[in-house]
């Protein structure tokens, strides 16, 4: 009887590892260099050729050996991936993760907690704990200092994590989970009352009406915003005329302009109303880390639940969302009894019960990237990245203000610049897209704003440099027709 396969834990992983790291990481430059660009050239049926080309038949009788296998399979993706940290793949939400967060995602893979019961997960869960307990207090403003008594292990039925009464966050896959669970908890809130209306603005996240789908509320209430934004005052109207619960979904960082609602107007509304107040801040919360840009987030700690997504202004691989919580009472509906799992009895021990903890069971430890990367960066390395980009989308739109060849939607507020060639009908907008797509040279998004069609640039990589994105305008004039 054959060997199996080596494992990547245990005191042997690390030997096993090695090797195939190497093989990984020139797997991964030559497919950056075979793709030569953001992007591979061709479009979707070119690009897909080339992966059957290279990788064969997915499921043969006999595999072949892991080393070849792996570099196959690896130099393909990359050979066929938007890599965005090329200065010109800029159209997404989509950021270039740190080589140290890439690093501390490894050892999550290898030692593979799940996060759903302690004894799967003792160190992961505390650590865990640790950190959402300090993003939720960067949110909701000094409630106490993480680590004192009350954490999962140390006092009371520890499952529901972190210190009673304080502000608390739960790890989400990103934006979308967050907004969902948000729901959810103010749908349970509200139980007793009758069917929660959601309302948000014209400019909000699309999981949020699918949330409300999901979980069987009623269509939401959209409320126009003109300008990109939620108005307050057409919101104290609505507000007005609607019967029963009712949660408000606020946006700081609209997907298509990276836009940020008038928080403390909308809270004022709210509580006004009696209506109970979401923001998704998947894009813009992390400008709760640059000390010139976190009064832009003004108002946030007067939500009920935040979304944050540190997968965007965080540098982190995919996933790394998160959900605050400003009441732990509210987390309770996520209580949940399995008795392999958090048994009253081993609860009662002194055994942490972490099930409610997410909706999920099985969950990865994505926890560790974030914690290198806060204990690496620190408030101000993080801050200091932030500033960058957000400088760098003012400095772009300054270059295309002064330009004769191009319209400038606003300034950006966060990231997000906004433009389009100057006379160019919407048709010529995305045609000229798809061309620098389809070319493999640049990827720019689209966004639909005051009734026109705007080319999107998302600037999330700090490597950029003005030169780099002089090429992208050069891109796009020389696919406009003169």
């Not at 080589?99 to 865990?128: I, R, Y």
């Not at 954490?151 to 790890?171: C, D, E, M, N, W």
């Not at 959810?184 to 069917?195: C, N, Y």
């Not at 950006?412 to 061309?435: K, M, N, Q, Y």
Request: with cysteine; charged share 20%; proline share 10%.
């Amino acid at each position: 009887m054959s060997n199996p396969p080596p494992l990547a834990g245990g005191p042997q992983g690390p030997q096993a590892l090695r090797p195939l790291l190497d093989t990984v990481l020139d797997a991964l430059h030559d497919g950056a260099t075979a793709r030569g660009g953001p992007l591979p050239a061709g479009g979707p049926h070119t690009v897909t050729a080339r992966l059957r080309e290279l990788t064969g038949d997915p499921l043969p009788h006999h595999g072949i050996d892991a080393d070849t296998a792996l570099r196959t399979l690896v130099q393909a993706l990359a050979e066929g991936a938007a890599d965005p940290a090329d200065p010109l793949c800029a159209a997404h939400l989509h950021c270039p993760p740190l080589a140290l967060a890439t690093a501390a995602d490894l050892a999550a893979s290898a030692l593979n907690p799940s996060m759903d019961s302690w004894d799967q997960a003792p160190a992961a869960s505390a650590l865990e704990t640790l950190v959402t307990d300090a993003l939720a207090h960067e949110v909701y403003g000094d409630t106490g200092h993480p680590g004192q008594p009350g954490h999962p292990g140390q006092s009371g039925r520890p499952g529901r994590g972190g210190r009673p009464g304080h502000p608390q966050a739960l790890v989400t896959t990103g934006g979308t989970e967050a907004n969902q669970l948000a729901l959810l908890l103010a749908r349970e809130h509200h139980a007793s009352e009758g069917p929660l209306q959601l309302i948000t603005g014209a400019g909000a996240h699309h999981s949020l009406p699918r949330a409300a789908w999901l979980l069987g509320l009623p269509d939401p209430v959209t409320v126009p915003a003109p300008t990109g934004t939620l108005d307050p005052a057409a919101l104290d109207e609505a507000l007005t005329d609607l019967p029963g619960p009712k949660l408000v979904a606020a946006t700081a960082g609209t997907t298509d302009a990276g836009l940020i609602d008038p928080l403390p107007e909308i809270a004022d509304v709210c509580e006004h109303h009696g209506a109970r107040l979401h923001i998704d801040a998947a894009y813009g919360a992390g400008l709760l880390f640059s000390p010139t840009r976190r009064t832009q987030l003004t108002g946030l700690d007067r939500a009920a639940t935040v979304t944050l997504d540190l997968h965007k202004l965080g540098w982190q691989p995919v996933a790394a969302g998160l959900l605050a919580v400003r009441d732990p009472a509210d987390l309770t509906p996520l209580t949940h009894h399995a008795d392999y799992l958090n048994a009253d009895d081993d609860t009662e021990a002194g055994l942490p019960d972490l099930l409610g903890r997410s909706l999920r069971t099985t969950r990865r430890p994505d926890i560790l990237k974030i914690a290198v990367t806060l204990k690496a960066l620190g408030r101000t390395g993080l801050g200091t990245l932030v500033d960058q980009v957000c400088d760098q989308a003012q400095e772009f739109a300054a270059t295309l203000h002064a330009h004769p060849g191009f319209d400038l939607y606003d300034t950006p507020t966060l990231s997000t610049v906004l433009f389009r060639p100057h006379g160019a009908p919407d048709e010529r907008i995305a045609h000229i897209r798809r061309t620098l797509l389809t070319q493999g040279r640049a990827v720019l998004g689209r966004a639909r704003m005051d009734g026109r069609l705007w080319l999107k640039a998302t600037l999330l990589n700090p490597h950029t440099q003005p030169g780099d994105l002089a090429q992208l305008l050069k891109l796009v004039e020389g696919n406009t027709p003169r």
